[in-house]
């Protein structure tokens, strides 16, 4: 294919996904769609996207489309994913990938029935401090990691976003842990390339009443994998704080800890991480994307990473209803 033709659901958080996708120069979006008609249809008009619409199973009939974007509110990313994937289409979803156990399950074996790509929208993994990370843990640089932790704080009240909105209906499944957290169990999963055993969790419930937020809105989760790493996540939507999103990372040869590599118990000899971070680094995900889509490889966040981090996510949701540890659902990986 010379361009992969692109459609985007949700006029919301995907209208900027229509120039990021031009940049490319490897992608042309042909259609963009929204429940809310006149958003669409602006989006189309501003843009000059030939088609839009307001139904997107509409939207999946144009036979020239190849991918679709979905960046709608979290209960629908299933719902939508499934019905691209059944007409043949490539699909890039929002994370999380599902808010239900059996929408997880059937988006897994859709992929391996129709050998379709299908790639999640964890842009975390393409933060350039994480890769390097990364990097050193692929090296063997801290030798045994026996733990990793990982912050993510975002008051999305006060940016708007939370309460009176989507993320606050109790449908929606929208926790700090499977709404925001889920960044930090896929960091997790990837920087150790390990499966979660068990996990337990704790929460509370101060900053916002149960009639604004239905849900918990702090959560302490650890999580014991396999190889015997143990990992903390401390997700909140209630701190009176800028966005903040810190990785730790300890093993018997080195750490990392307050954006320093620590190899020795010298401070001095600590090295620190001076690396510019340019927000969400939409463009190599989406090069790694239309590399999936036009070489027809498996995207390098494929639906069982998407499965399984959400997964977990649910697991540590049992845990805080049940008091106990809960052992998460493994997808293991068959294509």
Known sequence: MEKVKVGIVGMGGGKGFIDIFRESKRAEVIAVCDIIEERAKEAAEE?????????????????ELDLVVVRTDDKNHASISLSALDVGKDVFVEKPMAVKMEELEAMVKKVEKT????????????????????????????????????????????EGILTGTWRAEENEFHTPITGGGCH?????????????EEVFAYSSKMAYSKKDYSFPDSIIALIKFKKGTIGKIHASFGCILKYY?????????????????????????ALSVNL???????QPLIKDLLDSVIERKSPPIDVYDGANASSIAFAIMESLKIGKPVKPKVFLRKI
Request: hydrophobic share 35%.
């Open 47 to 63: 843009k000059n996207i030939p088609y839009w619409f307001k139904d997107y199973e509409k939207m999946l009939k144009l036979k």
């Open 115 to 158: 050998k379709r790509i299908l790639m999640v929208n964890y842009i975390l993994r393409y933060n350039p401090i994480y890769r390097l990370v990364k990097q050193h843990a692929d090296k063997g640089m801290f030798g045994k990691i026996f733990y990793i932790q990982r912050e993510y704080l975002h008051n999305l009240d006060r």
């Open 184 to 196: 930090a169990i896929d960091t997790f999963r990837w920087i150790l390339e390990d499966e979660a």
């Open 245 to 269: 999103a810190d990785l730790q990372v300890m093993g018997t040869e080195g750490s990392f800890v307050g954006n320093k590599f620590y190899y020795s118990t010298k401070e001095e000899e």
């Open 276 to 282: 510019d971070y340019p927000g969400h680094p939409f």
